[in-house]
């Protein structure tokens, strides 16, 4: 797995130590830092990505996502929690049926109503991008030396945890599945 290290030199569009890009007193330091970190998680997202969007797009893999999330959904719950106009879903919904992504099936509290599930193939590509994106952040975290990621977590807990992480809305919309939450007890 290629491993790419950060460019920490002079970074184009980011403003000069000496003026202020953060809000309500956040050091220009801590704020040009979160800019960085937001590059590199962003990479991870797109290199983690990439396979699965030479099949799908990403509003179609954002479906799969809620799926997975969520298991079978009627079409107009799940065109509500993806954001989106139910005929915008229904088309999406038969590309993702043609391609053996998703499946209807009846509801079976409700057989006048129609679910759309999780196929195998679906559910592998929202595991496999799952997977390489903790590989990818391994592969990072892991030279962070061992007496740094104590802090690292509680970096990145504090962080979650002031933008409302616990939602996941964000992550959907994004394509990315939502993860368990991880035990804060270890480094």
């Given amino acids: ?38 590059r590199t998680l962003l990479a991870v997202v797109a290199r983690s990505m990439a396979a699965a969007l030479e099949e799908v797009t990403l509003p179609q893999f954002r479906i799969l996502v809620l799926l ?12 509500e929690r993806a954001g989106v106009h139910p005929s915008t879903l229904s088309r999406t ?3 993702l049926v043609k391609g053996r992504w998703v499946r209807r099936i009846a509801n079976p509290d409700s057989r006048r109503e129609v679910l759309l599930k999780l196929t195998s193939k679906g559910a592998r590509s929202v595991a496999d991008v799952t997977t390489r994106r903790a590989q990818e952040l391994d592969a ?4 962070v030396p061992s007496h740094q990621r ?9 962080f979650s945890s002031a933008a ?24």
Avoid: C, I, W, Y
């Fill in 68 to 79: 997975s999330a969520h298991g079978p959904l009627r079409t107009g719950t799940l065109a």
């Fill in 150 to 158: 104590r802090r690292v977590d509680e970096g990145f807990a504090a």
């Fill in 1 to 38: 797995m290629k491993q790419v290290k950060p460019e920490r030199g002079p970074v184009t569009a980011l403003p000069s130590a000496g003026q202020d890009v953060g809000t309500s007193g956040v050091s220009d330091a801590l704020s040009v830092e979160a800019v960085l970190a937001s």
């Fill in 140 to 143: 990072v975290l892991v030279r």
């Fill in 93 to 95: 919904s038969d590309r």
């Fill in 164 to 187: 409302g992480e616990d939602t996941g809305g964000d992550q959907l919309l994004l394509g990315l599945p939502p993860m368990a939450q991880a035990s804060r007890n270890t480094p």
